[in-house]
Antibody, heavy 128, light 110 residues
């Protein structure tokens, strides 16, 4: 059974950096059949995928264009975790942030891609 | 505004069958499989349907999904009070290179 445990502050000041960590148990951040993602949810923006990190002989990162200039997602192989860093935050970045595993499931000649495990969510408020 | 369009609300009485639609484009639903998530207040989304119509282990067969062209649907038969939740469709968008989510449909069991 996979479990994702999030940690990090719930309050960040405008212009500062939002930092969250997602600890993985039951799988490896270096898995060749998963990607490790950050997704946020707010009333104004709904569910918004922010980006991912994954290992396929080397490490890769992909980010949503909406945050690409401000985001870093890093794997933490020594502690089997991955992290989110979002710079220069504004009140519009106030949201519940989730980490999630995207599984690659290939059977019968077809491959399926879905988020099967999610962290518990962290409400991050950007306010002075 | 979400690229994947869902009705904001749906409702039904216990035992009824309800469907929730999700409309997209050729760059997302038209070319990729659709997943559905169920979310209760204060909790993370839970995978309900993947690959358009596949149910993960533990999901009752009252829940089913389908896809045609650039639209997808989630059907819930034998509606129960515990099905009252928010439902989201999701798929990859080949043009934007992002995972997309619908705006969500709040299901009320009357």
């Amino acid at each position: 059974q996979v479990h994702l445990q999030q940690s990090g502050p719930g309050l960040v000041k405008p212009s500062q950096t939002l930092s969250l960590t997602c600890a993985i148990s039951g799988d490896s951040v270096s898995s060749n059949s998963a990607t490790w993602n950050w997704i946020r949810q707010s009333p104004s923006r709904g569910l918004e995928w922010l980006g991912r990190t994954y290992y396929r002989s080397k490490w890769y990162n992909d980010y949503a264009a909406s945050v690409k200039s401000r985001i870093i997602i890093n794997p933490g192989t020594s502690r089997n975790q991955f992290s989110l860093q979002l710079n220069s935050v504004t009140p519009e970045d106030t949201a519940v942030y989730y980490c999630a595993r995207k599984r690659v499931d290939c059977t019968g000649g077809r491959c399926y891609y879905y988020f099967d495990y999610w962290g518990q969510g962290t409400l991050v408020t950007v306010s002075s | 505004q979400s690229v994947l369009t869902q009705p904001p609300s749906a409702s039904g009485t216990p035992g009824q069958r309800v469907t929730i639609s999700c409309s997209g484009t050729s760059s997302n639903i038209g070319g990729n499989s659709v997943n559905w998530y169920q979310q209760f207040p204060g909790t993370a989304p839970k995978l309900l349907i993947y690959g358009n119509n596949q149910r993960p282990s533990g999901v009752p067969d009252r829940f089913s999904g389908s896809k045609s062209g650039t639209s997808a649907s989630l059907a819930i038969s034998g509606l129960q009070s515990e099905d009252e939740a928010d439902y989201y469709c999701s798929t990859w968008d080949d043009s934007l290179n992002v995972w997309m989510f619908g705006g969500g449909t709040k299901l009320t069991v009357l």
